[in-house]
């Protein structure tokens, strides 16, 4: 079966840190592209960062560069995103998924990822 199990997630004050990882099982790793999405209440849901291991290819939401650091583990079929200087406004339910790397197009619609994490939650206060 597939699994994405999104671990990290907590409260922390603005200016803080958290780091998010997600473990996959079940469908070849290095053969997709894996995203961290989040999505806030009353809004849709949004690209975060997003990873093609094999291919080298990061991408980074406006939002979060300089900020947040996704990494991924071929060996352990893990992907990481490192949060860091933590916003009020990264506050959300974080979801890590999974799509196949032969898509063409950006990697940010979710739409195009197929395999979804359970979600965890990220709350920045002031």
């Known amino acids: 079966d597939v699994q994405l199990q999104a671990s990290g997630g907590g409260s922390v004050q603005a200016g803080g840190s958290l780091t998010l990882s997600c473990a996959t099982s079940?469908?070849?790793?290095?053969?997709?592209?894996v995203g961290w999405f989040r999505q806030a209440p009353g809004k849709e849901r949004e690209a975060v960062s997003c990873?093609?291991?094999?291919?080298?290819?990061?991408y980074d939401a406006d939002s979060v560069k300089g900020r947040f650091t996704i990494s991924s583990d071929l060996a352990k079929n893990t992907v990481s995103l490192q949060m860091n200087s933590l916003k009020l406004e990264d506050t959300a339910v974080y979801y890590c998924?999974?799509?196949?790397?032969?898509?063409?197009?950006?990697?940010?619609?979710?739409?195009?990822?197929?395999?979804w994490g359970q979600g965890t939650l990220v709350t920045v206060s002031s």
């Open positions: 079940g469908f070849t790793f290095d053969a997709h592209d």
């Open positions: 998924a999974a799509r196949p790397r032969w898509l063409v197009g950006g990697m940010t619609k979710p739409n195009d990822y197929h395999y």
């Open positions: 990873i093609s291991s094999s291919a080298g290819t990061i």
